[in-house]
């Protein structure tokens, strides 16, 4: 696959992410021209220095939604462990918390915060080969477990622990894993890395569109 095909799959991908985001909030709080772009330069910024081998023998879905799903898990990040803004204005704060209670030390999150990227990160370095149905199917249903674990722990102590809530991640990605299972090419499985975060853009593009556009919550 030629760099210049990649590339722009990487601003499609970020593109996506500016549209479904510009269309939930411009009409609560304006369109912002500053930020709009904002995630395509994040998915130009991962996309670039993994440009290696096992990336090009990604097709172009995997590595669509690869790039969102490791965009999607960093911005989550950023805004709880390092973004600084009113938290008034949300019923669920979207500064991390501990099961709650404000974490009022910027030392103490933004520690937390460098940890979890660098965790982020390594799990893009387990290669270990997903070849067969079930792997996909296990993979895609424990990494919508994940999602949902990060938005319980978020959410639960203002909203209450919603267990149909909590499962519809992982189900979500188990329906879907046929999809990357037919994708794959055998002689070049997925990682295992490359596969969670494939599956972790899937889930946001599925449920987040279903938010948006039909549900318009």
């Keep these: 696959m030629t760099f210049t095909l990649s590339f722009i799959t990487a601003l499609v991908s970020g ?4 549209l479904w985001g510009a269309f939930k909030d411009a009409p609560y709080e304006g369109f912002k021209p500053k930020t709009f ?7 130009v910024a991962i996309f670039l220095p993994y440009f290696s081998a096992q990336f090009q023998q990604l097709g172009l879905v995997q590595m669509f939604f690869l790039i969102m799903g490791l965009e999607r898990f960093l911005a989550e990040i950023y805004k709880g462990f390092f973004r600084t803004e009113d938290q008034q204005k949300y019923f669920v704060p979207s500064r991390i918390t ?11 999150r933004h520690s937390g915060g460098v940890l979890i990227v660098a965790i982020v990160f390594a799990f893009l370095l387990v290669a270990a080969p997903i070849k067969s149905f079930w792997g996909y199917l296990v993979t895609g249903y424990c990494t919508g477990l994940l999602v949902a674990l990060g938005g319980a722990y978020k959410d639960a102590p203002f909203e209450g622990f919603k267990w149909l809530k909590f499962q519809r991640s992982g189900v979500v990605l188990a329906a879907l894993s046929p999809l990357f299972y037919f994708l794959g090419n055998p002689e070049h499985p997925v990682g295992l890395g ?3 975060y494939m599956n972790g853009g899937l889930e946001r593009f599925t449920v987040e569109y279903y938010k948006t556009y039909i549900q318009r919550n």
Excluded: Q
């Excluded at 593109?15 to 500016?18: F, K």
């Excluded at 501990?98 to 103490?108: C, H, I, K, N």
């Design 15 to 18: 593109l996506y992410t500016c």
């Design 37 to 43: 772009p904002r995630s395509m330069y994040f998915h």
């Design 98 to 108: 501990f099961f709650g209670r404000p974490v009022t030390s910027d030392l103490v």
């Design 194 to 196: 490359f596969l969670i």
